[in-house]
């Protein structure tokens, strides 16, 4: 695939901590979800979680953008219900 747009998405909580669980939780789909029109990386700095969502056009992007929003939102949500 030839990526011809891409978008960084960032979020930093307010511990290293979270910021690990929230990477733990959905590093393993990175190499699940990716198919012909999008790849994604995620990496963790700190308390700073970035993922950066490439694709081939722009529908794809919109998809892979709201696909790896929803899995963050997800894994936050969990941790805000673990207390």
Known sequence: MTAQHQTHLTAEYDSADR??????????EIDDIEG???????SRDGQRVELTVEAAD???LRAG?????????????ALAGRK
């Not at 012909?36 to 995620?42: I, P, S």
């Open 58 to 60: 722009l529908v794809a």
């Open 36 to 42: 012909d029109r999008t790849t994604a990386r995620l």
């Open 65 to 77: 953008i709201n696909t790896w929003l929803t899995l963050r939102g997800v894994a936050e949500d």
């Open 19 to 28: 910021a690990r669980a929230i990477e733990r939780s959905i590093r393993p």
